[in-house]
């Protein structure tokens, strides 16, 4: 009975491409959610959770930043990356958080570590923890 078509888009890959019930998204003014026949919406898309629903089933991605478009009953989000909960390694993803908590930690004495990119990784890092603890 799905009538919403998803499509979740990588520079490299086509994640998702199908019919779903609906469509959850962490956007830049929270997360929100899209069913058949959503007025038109385009939204930042933040690091965080994209999930959707096909009957009973529920699917979740942790992505980082991007965009969504919503428009006749089709919901396009692009992301820079995205990876499905279940294809989350813990183990790597505990690793990349201690390592960016690590080089934050170093920028008192190394003025060349780049601030904005250690915060990312650890926010993507903390983020992909999450996701994949919640599934």
Do not use: W
């Not at 899209?34 to 089933?57: Q, T």
């Not at 699917?59 to 930043?65: H, K, L, R």
């Not at 478009?69 to 990349?96: G, H, P, T």
């Amino acid at each position: 009975m799905a009538c919403l078509f998803l499509e979740l888009v990588t520079p490299d890959n086509i994640l998702v491409s199908t019919e779903v019930d609906e469509v959850y998204a962490s956007g830049s003014l929270g997360i929100f959610g899209v069913l058949p026949g959503h007025i038109p919406l385009l939204s930042g898309i933040v690091p965080g959770e994209v999930r959707y629903k096909i009957g009973s089933n529920c699917e979740s991605f942790a992505v980082t930043a991007g965009f969504a478009e919503v428009l006749d009953n089709k919901v396009s989000i692009l992301v820079d990356a995205a990876e499905s909960a279940q294809n989350i390694d813990i183990e790597r993803a505990k690793d990349s958080l201690k390592r960016a908590q690590e080089r934050i930690s170093e920028i008192r004495q190394n003025k060349d570590i780049d601030l904005h990119r250690a915060e990312v990784s650890l926010q993507r890092a903390f983020n992909r923890i999450k996701i994949a603890r919640k599934y």
